[in-house]
């Protein structure tokens, strides 16, 4: 009998050995607390932090749960490592990661404007910056695809041209997509950081966007481009975008229980 009690709901993060991660995890959770004031929400982790995600559902083994992965991008985690923790338990659901999603690329969409205004308040004149929206990387081909499916968004709602790059495990790696961006003609160019925090793959984007490109057309490839913050900034409240598609993800977890 499935149980009667209101579900839990489970954000389920990667899990971080680097503070700032920590610290954004837990932010994203008080937010969305206070958006859902109802519900009963309770961190877990697939990796590095504890208690992780068996744990969880073993304490919460007489409720319905439902797990909402704190990802950008659904693979190995989503599709083994969830989907084999719920797979005897009938009351606990696993919803998609958190992107790809429109509000995701509307969030990347101001920060891209946050960026390029920089410290003169003024958008440049110049043609607008060929975008790279470089992502952590996964070995998991369907994590690509919605990599691609979310950079693919990003530049129908810009309207420029969105290229992706990734700081490990897929191709091609953030270096070389921010470099065949220039070298294919780009006068300006843009990295999109698609993390959710600042960390170590927020520094590899980083440090891919303000590599030079030598020999590109573009007289600005010699000192290289800008990268954009990630999704949450240090010292900054959780995008409302951000907790709007957990809140999304929530729901979708809810209709789940009730089919």
């Not at 073993?58 to 704190?70: K, S, T, W």
């Not at 005897?88 to 790809?100: E, F, K, M, N, S």
Request: glycine letters at 6%; proline letters at 7%; a negative charge.
């Amino acid at each position: 009998m499935r149980p009667s009690a209101d579900p839990v709901l489970l954000l389920c993060a990667h899990g971080s050995r680097a503070r700032s991660a920590q610290v954004a995890t837990q932010e994203i959770a008080q937010a969305v607390s206070q958006a859902l004031p109802s519900a009963e929400v309770v961190l877990t982790w697939v990796d590095v932090q504890e208690p992780n995600v068996e744990a969880r559902c073993e304490e919460f083994a007489d409720r319905p749960v439902v797990i909402v992965p704190l990802l950008l991008a659904a693979g190995f985690h989503v599709y083994k490592d969830l989907a084999e923790t719920v797979a005897d338990r009938p009351h606990h659901v696993v919803t998609d990661a958190l992107g790809p999603d429109r509000l995701l690329s509307e969030l990347m969409a101001r920060r891209i404007m946050e960026t390029e205004l920089g410290e003169t308040g003024v958008a440049e004149t110049d043609p607008d910056p060929h975008l790279v929206m470089v992502a952590a990387g996964s070995s998991d081909a369907r994590a690509v695809r919605a990599v691609r499916q979310q950079a693919a968004d990003l530049e129908e709602l810009t309207g420029r041209p969105v290229t992706t790059g990734f700081v490990s495990a897929a191709h091609p790696k953030a270096h070389q997509a921010v470099a065949e961006a220039w070298h294919n003609g780009a006068h300006h160019v843009t990295t999109v950081s698609f993390h959710v925090a600042p960390g170590v793959f927020h520094r590899d984007a980083a440090a891919a966007a303000q590599t030079p490109a030598p020999g590109a057309p573009s007289e600005h490839a010699a000192t290289g481009g800008r990268v954009t913050e990630p999704l949450l900034i240090d010292g900054a409240e959780v995008p409302a975008e951000v907790v709007d598609v957990v809140v999304k993800r929530w729901e979708q977890g809810r209709a789940l229980l009730g089919a």
